[in-house]
Structures are given as structure tokens and as C-alpha cells.
């Protein structure tokens, strides 16, 4: 079974800083897919960032870079000069490369951006 | 493109009662998932379709809940009768194939309170 653990329940940074959000995850699989999503008040889901494991470039998105270590089993989410909409639950997921397999979830780590 | 739709976006029921959620998924996706999420956990998957076919409910407690899709777009979660702890939100997701890493595409949920 995956399973897969955000360490830090929650977190705050000031506007225009850096944060860092930790996950890990642990599988027997050599070949998947991990992603960062963003969940604000709203309750909608949005993709932050997406990451194949067979891809040794870590994946960025404008603010948003990941620090990938497979060996590790680590994929960690920073957030660059914080904005006050970044402020949201954020959800580590981890997704097998097969056909039929569901995204398994961590448990989310609340992010508070200080004005 | 329309995203996910759900409805009701709040439900509040007694227990004992049954409820029933409604989803309709991105058109054209074949997968379609749903998710429990309780208070301060992230999501757990409940059942995932291929089209109209079962991929896995393994996690479905399939003594009070049942889903169906018939013709392979709108879904439909029931709980009946439903208890104290299944008050959560509920997220339907779908996506295009369930292989290949792509990303999911989530609705706003729908809140259910179980007095």
C-alpha cells in the first residue's frame, strides 16, 4: 500500500517570503506520479504542481518549485515571495503509473500567510 | 471548459436518515472518483470508476454506501442509513484516463452534517 505523510499539520510565513512544505511518501513502485494541490476555504481542489518520478528535473510552476528525492522518497513544495492568496490547505498526492489506480492522499499541511 | 459539478453543496440530516450526492464529471472524462474528506484529514477515496464499471471501492463501506454511473457520466453517492462520523465533505473528481498522471479536476464538494 502507498502511503503518504505531510510532517508539519500547520504552517505561517510572512507575505513576500519563502516557505518550504515537507511530504514523503513510501512505495514499492518504481514508476508514479506526485502532485502538490492547494485546497482554500472554498473547498476547491486546485493542481499547484505536478512531478513524473522518472524525470530527475524537479518540476516548477511560476512561485511554485518542488525539491524531488526519489531515493528519499521525498517531495517537498516551495512556495517563493508568499502571496495572501497562497494561504490554503495543501495536499500531497501520490498516483501509480498503471491503468485503474487511484491518487492517495496526505493528511495536508494549513499555510498562513502573514501580512 | 465546465468543471465538475456537484450538488447540494451543503446537506444536514439526522442520523438514521439517507442522502444521496450528485456529480457530473468534465465531459469526455472516462474516470470518475469519489472522495470522503473528514475534518482536518485529507481525501479518502470512497470508489473510482472506469466509465460505467467499479474500479475500486475497497474503501467503500458498503453496508450504508453505494454508488452508481450509469451510462458513464453522472454519478451518484448514497449513504442511507447514515451515522454520526460521516460527516465530512464529500469530492467528486474525474479525469480523462486513469493512467498516464494526469491530473485530477475536482468539484466544490458537498458538506454533509450529520446530527
Known amino acids: 500500500a502507498q502511503t503518504v505523510t505531510q510532517s508539519q499539520p500547520e504552517m505561517s510565513v510572512q507575505e513576500a517570503e519563502t516557505v518550504t512544505l515537507s511530504c514523503t511518501y513510501d512505495t514499492s513502485e518504481s514508476n508514479y506520479y506526485l502532485f502538490w494541490y492547494k485546497q482554500p476555504p472554498s473547498r476547491q481542489m486546485i493542481l499547484v504542481i505536478r512531478?513524473?518520478?522518472?524525470?530527475?528535473q524537479n518540476a516548477t510552476e511560476n512561485r511554485f518549485s518542488v525539491n524531488f528525492q526519489k531515493a528519499a522518497k521525498s517531495f517537498s513544495l516551495k512556495i517563493s515571495d508568499s502571496q495572501l492568496g497562497d494561504t490554503a490547505m495543501y495536499f500531497c498526492?501520490?498516483?501509480?503509473?498503471?491503468?485503474?489506480?487511484?491518487?492517495?492522499f496526505g493528511t495536508g499541511t494549513s499555510l498562513t500567510v502573514i501580512p | 471548459e465546465a468543471g465538475v459539478a456537484q450538488s447540494p453543496r451543503y446537506k444536514i440530516i439526522e442520523k438514521r436518515q439517507s442522502v444521496a450526492f450528485w456529480c457530473n464529471p468534465i465531459?469526455?472524462?472516462?474516470?470518475l472518483y469519489w472522495y470522503q474528506q473528514i475534518l482536518g484529514q485529507g481525501p479518502k477515496l470512497l470508489i473510482q470508476?472506469?466509465?460505467?464499471?467499479?474500479?475500486?471501492d475497497s474503501q467503500l463501506p458498503k453496508d450504508r454506501f453505494s454508488a452508481e454511473r450509469l451510462k458513464g457520466v453522472d454519478s451518484t453517492l448514497k449513504i442511507q442509513p447514515a451515522k454520526l462520523e460521516d460527516s465530512a465533505v464529500y469530492l467528486c473528481a474525474s479525469n480523462l484516463r486513469a493512467q498516464s498522471g494526469e491530473k485530477l479536476f475536482f468539484g466544490s464538494g458537498t458538506q454533509l452534517s450529520v446530527l
Open positions: 498526492a501520490f498516483m501509480k503509473h498503471s491503468a485503474g489506480n487511484q491518487f492517495y
Open positions: 470508476f472506469q466509465n460505467n464499471g467499479v474500479v475500486d
Open positions: 465531459s469526455g472524462h472516462a474516470t
Open positions: 512531478q513524473e518520478a522518472y524525470k530527475q
